[in-house]
């Protein structure tokens, strides 16, 4: 079976403050979720039964919470379990960034909702389709996906993606098979691993285990 996990970064000052994008650090609650994703891949994803038992891979984004999310998971060493390999090799994709959102990066939805009324409404109303000034919008994060989700389709390996919630929306929306259009109101919860194996038909199973704090 070909399993993936997805997960958001702990959560970042920037969660705590309910500010939108920017590049921060995670807060103590995040850093104890690393220190517990870092003991589940270890226990749990690095021993997973099947021909490539013990075998994972882990892809996070370039930004600082990811990578301080990753940063306790043994890698890029490769260990030797008995007679079995255990190997996490780490890739950094840009590909996997937050939707960008431009000139509103920084500011609070309150804030957008406030003083950039005609924006939150476009934004309401077509979702998918809204671009921030400057910024990004869902469908930008679609084609910026497409390679990686060819790349991951290829592997056998289980995978740990590391990532941040609107491109987990897509993602998960695309294993899963549901509607891309719906997709952008999923919410992916912090501190949560969602482990979605492919079934041999055009959808994933999914299990969330949630691993607090
Ligand atoms: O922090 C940003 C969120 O992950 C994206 O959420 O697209 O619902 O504003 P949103």
């Known amino acids: 079976t070909h399993t993936l996990y997805l997960t958001r970064h702990g959560q970042s000052e ?20 690393a220190r517990r994703l870092a ?9 997973e039964d099947g021909t490539n038992a013990n075998k994972a891979r882990l892809w996070t984004s370039s930004m600082r919470r990811t990578n301080e999310t990753a940063q306790f998971i043994p890698h890029p060493q490769v260990a030797i379990d008995g007679d079995k390999w255990v190997q996490m090799s780490h890739r950094v994709y840009r590909n ?15 804030e957008v ?18 671009r921030y000034p400057r910024g990004e919008s869902y469908y930008d994060i ?30 998960y929306a695309y294993l899963m098979g549901y509607d891309r259009e719906d997709s952008t109101k999923i919410a992916i ?3 949560t691993v969602l482990k979605l194996t492919y079934n041999g038909w055009s959808r994933c199973t999914e299990e969330r285990v949630f691993l607090g704090p």
């Open 14 to 33: 920037y969660n705590r403050l309910r500010k939108i994008g920017g590049n921060s650090g995670l807060t103590s609650y995040g850093l104890e979720y």
């Open 39 to 47: 003991a589940f891949s270890e226990g749990t994803i690095c021993r």
């Open 96 to 110: 996997l960034d937050e939707i960008f959102a431009g000139e509103y990066e920084g500011l609070t939805y309150e």
């Open 113 to 130: 909702a406030a003083n950039h009324q005609d924006e939150a409404f476009l934004r309401k109303v077509d979702k998918i389709g809204y």
């Open 142 to 171: 679609i084609s910026r996906l497409d390679p990686l989700v060819h790349e991951l389709e290829s592997y056998h390996e289980p995978t740990l993606i590391v990532s941040h919630q609107a491109v987990l929306r897509l993602l």
């Open 189 to 191: 919860p912090l501190h």
